[in-house]
Each structure stands twice: as C-alpha cells, then as structure tokens.
C-alpha cells in the first residue's frame, strides 16, 4: 500500500478542475443508470447500485442528478446493451495498467484503450497477464488536517474496515468491496466528511519510478481516463517522494 496515498492526493487535486469534474460526473451517472438498469432501482436490494450512488454523493453529485439516471436506467427510454470490459496492459518504465471501461460498443472502446495506450509508449496485453498484481478494495480517504487517524479508526472498524492508515497527509480506510457502502455509510453517520470514495484495484507491490517516466505514466492515465467508456484506471506506480506535477 505504500505510496497509494500520494496517488490518491494526486489523482483528488486533479479532481478539483470543473472540467474534471464534470467528467467524473458523467462516468458516475452510467454507472448508476446502469446498475438500475441491471438490477432495479432500488438501491436495499441492489447492492450494485447502492454502492453507485454513495460514490456519487461522495463526489457531491447533486441528488436530482442521481435520481434522473436511476429513472432512465430502471425506465424503458434507454435501450442500449451495456458490457463491463476490462483491458489489461503496459506502461512505460514497466507499470502495469488496468482499464475499466462501460460500454454499448466493444469495437469502439478496444480500439480506443489500444491506440490511446501504444500512442502513449504503451502497450496492451492479454487478459490476465497483469491483474493477479491488484486486489479489488474498497479505499475512503480523509485529510489529516481536520481528522485524526484515531477517531476514524473506532467506528471504520468497528464497521467492518480492514485496515486505516495515515500517510502523506491523507488517512486512508481500506475495506473489502462488500463492506465499502457500510463503511462508508458509518463514517458519514459521525459527520466524517471523506476526501475520496472509490472500489478500487490496488497493487500489492509498488513500482518507483524517476519523476519524467512517473510523468509519462501519468500522461496515459489521464488520456484514458478522458475516453468515453473508461470507467478506471488503476496502475502499480509509486510516485517519487521528490514528485511534481
């Protein structure tokens, strides 16, 4: 886990952009029209959804918002077929890459993650050649700057968190992906405002590299994140201590 709070930090400031934002917006928006449309519009009984939406209020999603992509996903206006499809791949410098994507057109989004990744100095793999290196959890960070890492660690616990973890100015609460809504939920409860809430894949061992190949890792992050299909990004990158944007 060692570096993964810088990560967060830097991938939260980039967050802070409205262009960014808006964009985050948008993929939050399919994920719960989707979930709705998969499983019902009722967030206790699908579990898929519910996780959705606490993303989405993490991000301050207004609550119309939500409520307008839970109606066209459980309604009949939305007749596409979506596919969860996951690309594995390659970096520079070595890092393995792993891209989520949502999507109505698996021609489209293969050929955008490919080019987007070998334009780049990257490369894509064959399923399975890089995602035995993750684990899926889920990760709720807060700022060290208005909580302790004490008082989150009782009640995130007590709620089933696997672990907390202070580092580089973030707490960070690690859970399984199944008590990532319960987690959450009860630090919400104690008025905890987090920073960032996400079910993520997380390495199980990081890479360093020096700060102009981290650059370019970061630079094929951020262009497939831009893609429209692409859900997530994860990466085995460890920034440098010495790291800038």
């Known amino acids: ?7 967060a930090t830097i991938k939260h400031k980039k967050g802070l952009a409205d262009a960014k934002r808006g964009q985050k917006f948008t993929k939050l928006i399919k994920e719960i029209t989707v979930a709705a449309k998969m499983g019902g519009p ?3 009984s699908n579990a898929t959804l519910r996780t959705a939406i606490l993303k989405a209020k993490a991000e301050n999603m207004p609550k119309d918002n939500i409520e307008r992509a839970i109606k066209k996903g459980s309604g009949d206006t939305d007749t596409s077929t979506y596919y969860e499809l996951t690309y594995e791949g390659y970096a520079p410098g070595g890092i393995a890459i792993i891209v989520d994507t949502l999507t109505d057109n698996k021609n489209r989004t293969a050929a955008d993650v490919r080019s987007t990744l070998t334009k780049l100095g990257g490369s894509l793999g064959t399923t399975g ?7 899926t959890k889920g990760i709720i960070t807060y700022s060290e700057e208005k909580y302790s890492e004490e008082e989150i660690f009782e009640i995130a616990l007590e709620n089933g968190a696997d672990d907390v973890e202070a580092s580089d100015g973030l707490i960070e609460v690690t859970t399984s992906p199944s008590d990532f809504a319960n987690v959450l939920e009860a630090l919400q409860a104690a008025n905890f405002e987090q920073e960032s809430a996400e079910v993520e894949k997380v390495a199980d061992q990081m890479i360093t590299l020096d700060a102009e190949k981290a650059r370019k890792v970061l630079k094929i992050v951020e262009k497939l994140e831009d893609l429209e299909d692409v859900q997530q990004v994860s ?3 460890e ?7």
């Open 129 to 135: 050649c890089v995602s035995y290196m993750f684990q």
């Open 42 to 44: 009722d967030p206790e």
């Open 239 to 245: 920034l440098p201590d010495d790291f800038e944007e």
């Open 235 to 237: 990466t085995n990158l």
């Open 1 to 7: 886990m060692s570096g993964h709070s810088k990560w």
